[in-house]
């Protein structure tokens, strides 16, 4: 079977992290999020947390420099050699040419991008209301999803914060950001043939349904 190398596109808000969550388990990929990338190095205060934090606090991209060689070492890793799943990177067309690139290099090629789409409304809607388990980047929705004992994670008992950019006033700055600069990339992929939209208002359950039946056929149409 040959490998499955898979990039999750939408914006904050549309349930990449959820999906991702259940696609691993579902076909075994090693998950790649550069969001919590970010947010780690942040948290131990490496000099990559301590260069990122200002742009991130402020709902805008960290420069290339900081992020796409990261990116790139843990896709040249052992881990990956059968397969990824990518969530949050590429976020603009220039990181897109550079995955492109190395991939080519090893010759390797891009299976899939699924974009998860959600308006506007909804993502503002969503991100106010989102809790966020410390350890595990668990999400959680005060009314929508909410855990069993408040603040708690249901999944690993840590605590549940408000991520500094689910504050209103970085909402709307990071839906300027997607809207200008990642989502070029949904023509950028249609025009390579590579991407699947689904619809991300649906239910967690339907879209992974949705996304799940995609990839089988996928691999399906490899096979033969
Ligand atoms: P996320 O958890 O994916 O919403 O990412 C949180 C923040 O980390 C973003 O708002 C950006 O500031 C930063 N970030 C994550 N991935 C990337 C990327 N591929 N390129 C630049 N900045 C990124």
Known sequence: MSELNLILVGPPGAGKGTQAERIQQDFGLPYFATGNILRKAVTDGTELGKQAKAYMDDGKLVPDELIVGVLLEAL?????????????????????????????????????????????????????????????????????????HEGVCDQDGSKLIQRDDDKPEVISKRLVTYHDETEPLVEYYEARDLLRRFDGTRTPTEVHDHIRATIATLRLEDAI
Not at 83 to 110: C, Y
């Open 76 to 148: 040249d890793g052992a881990e990956a050699t059968d397969g990824f799943l990518l969530d949050g990177f590429p976020r603009k067309i220039s990181q897109a040419d550079a995955l492109a690139e190395a991939l080519e290099k090893v010759g390797r090629k891009l299976t899939a991008v699924l974009l998860i789409d959600v308006p506007d409304e909804e993502v503002i809607r969503r991100l106010s209301g989102r809790r966020t388990c410390a350890k595990n980047g668990h999400t959680y929705h005060v009314d929508f999803d909410p855990p069993k």
